[in-house]
Structure formats: C-alpha cells, structure tokens
C-alpha cells in the first residue's frame, strides 16, 4: 500500500491550500479515508475522516468549518481543502486509513506564516 500526498506550501494567515493523496495497493472505495497532520510539538492528530460513500465526514474541533475532505472512488484519492489557515494548521500532512491500518507516507509540510 502506498500513500503519496501533495500540496503543501508555504502561505499566509488566512490563505487556502488544497492537499491531494493519491492511494494505491489496497481496495480504496472500502475504507474510510482520513488525513492527519503531525508538528514538532505533538504527536500526530485526526484532522478529518471521510467515510466509504463520502455522505459523512468528520473533523477535529480546530478544523471544522474551515477544512472540507473529499474522496473520488475512481480515481483512488482523497482530498482536503483548507481555507482561513492559521498559524496553528502549521505541520506534515499525511493520509491513511481512518485506522491507520498501513504504513505512512512522506507527508506534505503546509506553513502556514507571514
């Protein structure tokens, strides 16, 4: 299984940034799909799950309203998009299973400073 996530960069308080994971090597349509992010100074978190069927999703408190996670079954991946980024969305963003049933990927850094 393979995760190979894009996106990240560099951008200012309150700008947008669409991350991309591209899956492959398992059945994708069967798992709910999540993204997590990791910084210096804290363990890897739960950022937002989108379910098999992409009817539901969830999001940590700290992104709701903000982020939006979306799946295409066809293509096997998943996205996210993050809007009104703050300072505090700084870090690695990975994608996995929502049970982190296989292997991490590399990551993609979003820095978010002026």
């Known amino acids: 299984v393979q995760f190979v996530e894009s996106g990240g960069d560099l951008v200012q308080p309150g700008g947008s940034l669409r991350l991309s994971c591209e899956v492959s090597g398992l059945s994708f349509e069967r798992y709910p799909m999540s993204w997590y992010r990791q910084t210096p100074t804290k363990e890897r978190e739960l950022v937002a799950t989108i379910y098999r069927l992409s009817s539901s999703a969830d999001y940590a408190k700290s992104v709701k309203g903000r982020f939006t996670i979306d799946r295409d079954n066809a293509k096997n991946t998943v996205s996210l998009q993050m809007e009104s980024l703050k300072v505090e969305d700084t870090g690695v963003y990975f994608c996995?299973?929502?049970?982190?049933?296989?292997?991490w990927g590399q990551g993609t850094q979003v820095t978010v400073s002026t």
């Open positions: 996995n299973t929502r049970y982190k049933d296989f292997d």
